[in-house]
């Protein structure tokens, strides 16, 4: 299977696997690029749920999977309101230098699926404001300086546009500076 075809499965079941993607209650594990700050974490719930019948076990999906492993990987997800389109981000290398390599997604057709464009491999990025077919971002980028042995982070602004087409991929995708 293509990278391409795995990136667009793996966008498609984020939703099956986010849950997986958190560290579990009481670790020290640290969080992936997007998951809640300690604010958010701590937010009020609902009292807890009464069992209201027999639970149902489950059983893990196999490993062998390619589509559920790079679902799984996903670790951050904004859908661009108004839009058939949305940003993920993956998981993959060393997460101190640009861990997190993130796509655009666009929806073609129920036959097609999503066109997916990678922006780029950043730290992290935040979603300033969108639009129509626009979305402008803050990315968070790391070169390793080889004389001071440290890596060298510049936050900078981009501005992702797209030019829809009727039931196929857009016709232009674009990423320019920002400021």
Known sequence: MSRFAITAVAAVAFGLSVGACEAAPGTDAAAPAGSATPAE??????????????????????????????????????????TDAKLFGTAGGDPAINGLYTYLAVYQSTADGWAVYRLGDFNSYTVLSTGQNRVDLEVSQSTWNDAAGTADTQVSKIIVQWTPTEGGPPSSVTVTPGR
């Open 41 to 82: 974490a701590a937010a009020p719930q609902s009292a807890p749920l009464t069992p209201a019948g027999a639970p149902a076990p489950l059983t893990a999906e196999s490993a062998e999977d390619e589509g559920i492993q790079y679902a799984a990987s996903v670790v951050q997800l904004d859908a661009i309101p108004d």
